[in-house]
């Protein structure tokens, strides 16, 4: 255990894992910012003398992250049934991919909230999409100790619950995760997305509907802001049809690849603005199974140019 600490310079130095945390429990960069900032908010309303107690701030400012965030989960669930069409995760860019004015929320220092992300597994779109389907104290109970190792007593601290019960929340998180498929490789990824790039540029629905998977997924959300599908299109053969529609009605569009959520992907630009971000899944077999694009102006802010 760490000893007494009342320097502020101790408890701020947590903002970049706090950030990380809320990010992964909230799937977006906005409210995880948000929840951070709450939880400083509360730590420095705390009085001197009560703050000198505080052996570990970083424990204190994470159990108090959490709860935000487990609150946020809470009432989501009551927002995102009001949501015009799918809600997806926000993306994130690579480091340095957006300017230091792209991403203001008024708080201090938030220009590179997206370069703060740790860019692993636990961040690409496939692994928050899954996360979305568990209740909020599982989401909770299995990110807090599957991908960042806190032990089942600190984690019952934020759940207000024993343990043992949030060992079992975690096991239940754990089952809708499932299996994890058959790795592919990096270069594998890269290329397939290269090869949808150019089949989409080139406009050949043949070369399209070969990488695709015949029952390849493609969601899109936006938010009600931008025209897209309101449901899930289902089908290689339709996707394409689909995604080839959408480049006819935006001559100038410009297809770039681009790592989102550190995995490869595509952005969609035109004039300038970014309008499109579309994250990949594939199958064992290399081919395209799930595509998630976001087009929902305002979580395309980190990617503003």
């Given at each position: 255990?760490?000893?007494?600490?009342?320097?502020?310079?101790?408890?701020?130095?947590?903002?970049?894992?706090?950030?990380?945390?809320?990010?992964?429990?909230?799937?977006?960069?906005?409210?995880?910012?948000?929840?951070?900032?709450?939880?400083?908010?509360?730590?420095?309303?705390?009085?001197?003398?009560?703050?000198?107690?505080?052996?570990?701030?970083?424990?204190?400012?994470?159990?108090?992250?959490?709860?935000?965030?487990l609150?946020?989960?809470g009432s989501?669930?009551?927002?995102?049934e009001?949501?015009?069409?799918?809600?997806?995760?926000?993306?994130?860019?690579?480091p340095?991919?957006?300017?230091?004015?792209?991403?203001?929320?008024?708080?201090?220092?938030t220009?590179d909230?997206a370069?703060?992300?740790?860019?692993?597994?636990?961040?690409?779109?496939?692994?928050l999409?899954?996360?979305?389907?568990?209740?909020p104290?599982?989401r909770?109970?299995?990110?807090l100790?599957?991908?960042?190792?806190?032990?089942?007593?600190?984690?019952?601290?934020?759940?207000?619950?024993?343990?043992?019960?949030?060992?079992?929340?975690?096991?239940?998180?754990?089952?809708?995760?499932?299996?994890?498929?058959?790795?592919?490789?990096?270069?594998?990824?890269?290329?397939?997305?290269?090869?949808?790039?150019?089949?989409?540029?080139?406009?050949?629905i043949?070369?399209?509907?070969?990488?695709?998977?015949?029952?390849?997924?493609?969601?899109?959300?936006?938010?009600?802001?931008?025209?897209t599908?309101?449901?899930p299109?289902?089908?290689?053969?339709?996707?394409?049809?689909?995604?080839?529609?959408?480049?006819?009605?935006?001559?100038?569009?410009?297809l770039?690849?681009c790592?989102?959520?550190?995995?490869?992907?595509?952005?969609?630009?035109?004039?300038?603005?970014?309008?499109?971000?579309?994250?990949?899944?594939?199958?064992?077999?290399?081919?395209?199974?799930?595509?998630?694009?976001?087009?929902?102006?305002?979580?395309?802010?980190?990617?503003?140019?």
């Amino acid at each position: 255990m760490a000893t007494a600490a009342a320097d502020t310079d101790g408890a701020a130095g947590e903002r970049r894992q706090l950030l990380n945390v809320a990010y992964r429990l909230l799937g977006s960069l906005t409210e995880a910012e948000d929840a951070v900032q709450e939880a400083y908010t509360r730590w420095y309303a705390l009085p001197a003398g009560r703050r000198q107690e505080v052996l570990a701030p970083g424990a204190w400012l994470t159990t108090v992250t959490g709860r935000v965030c487990l609150d946020v989960l809470g009432s989501a669930r009551a927002r995102r049934e009001r949501y015009v069409g799918a809600w997806l995760p926000e993306p994130l860019p690579g480091p340095g991919r957006h300017p230091s004015s792209a991403y203001a929320t008024g708080s201090a220092d938030t220009a590179d909230l997206a370069d703060r992300i740790v860019l692993d597994e636990s961040v690409e779109m496939a692994f928050l999409v899954v996360l979305e389907s568990m209740t909020p104290a599982e989401r909770v109970a299995f990110v807090l100790h599957d991908v960042f190792r806190y032990s089942f007593a600190e984690i019952a601290a934020v759940l207000d619950r024993t343990p043992a019960a949030c060992k079992q929340l975690a096991s239940s998180a754990r089952r809708r995760v499932g299996a994890a498929p058959a790795p592919v490789t990096p270069a594998v990824r890269a290329d397939t997305v290269r090869r949808v790039k150019e089949a989409w540029q080139s406009r050949d629905i043949a070369a399209l509907v070969a990488v695709l998977d015949p029952a390849a997924v493609m969601t899109a959300d936006g938010g009600g802001l931008v025209g897209t599908v309101l449901r899930p299109v289902e089908g290689g053969a339709l996707i394409a049809q689909y995604m080839l529609a959408v480049a006819d009605r935006a001559p100038g569009m410009e297809l770039l690849e681009c790592p989102v959520n550190g995995a490869p992907g595509l952005v969609a630009r035109r004039a300038g603005a970014v309008l499109t971000v579309a994250s990949f899944f594939l199958a064992p077999d290399g081919r395209v199974a799930r595509i998630w694009v976001v087009r929902n102006p305002e979580k395309l802010r980190p990617w503003a140019r």
